[in-house]
């Protein structure tokens, strides 16, 4: 069976390219441009990893690993940011993230996170 992987940004190209390269490598990939809904099927579904923006409109990545990681402690994820520095990354990595991924996007990065 496929890991699965999803995905919550509210740039749909960004999706869409993620997308298409992790189904490339045989994984099964859900892709959501809404944060809240996007929230809901990470609270309802077991994924092997998770990538959030930090930053969307509406909701922030560090409200989405709250509600996340208080379900789940163990759930593996990456807040995706343009801007390292930024306040509200150092917020999500204190709530539970397992890490930052830089864009333009670092794949090594984000498949070595799937091998484990």
């Known amino acids: 069976m496929a890991k699965s992987i999803l995905i919550i940004d509210n740039e749909e190209?960004?999706?869409e390219a993620l997308r298409v390269?992790?189904?490339g490598f045989g994984y099964?990939?859900?892709i959501y441009l809404d944060p809240f809904a996007g929230e809901q099927a990470a609270?309802?579904?077991d994924y092997n990893l998770i990538l959030v923006d930090l930053r969307m409109p509406g909701k922030n990545g560090v409200e989405i690993v709250r509600s996340v990681i208080a379900k789940n402690k163990t759930t593996r994820l990456l807040v995706i940011t343009g801007f390292p520095g930024d306040p509200l990354a150092e917020e999500a990595l204190a709530?539970?993230?397992t890490d930052l991924?830089?864009?333009p996007f670092e794949l090594p990065t984000i498949l070595k996170f799937l091998e484990g």
């Open 13 to 15: 190209m960004i999706l």
């Open 21 to 23: 390269v992790l189904e």
């Open 28 to 30: 099964r990939v859900d």
């Open 43 to 45: 609270l309802a579904n």
């Open 95 to 97: 709530c539970g993230a």
């Open 101 to 103: 991924i830089r864009k």
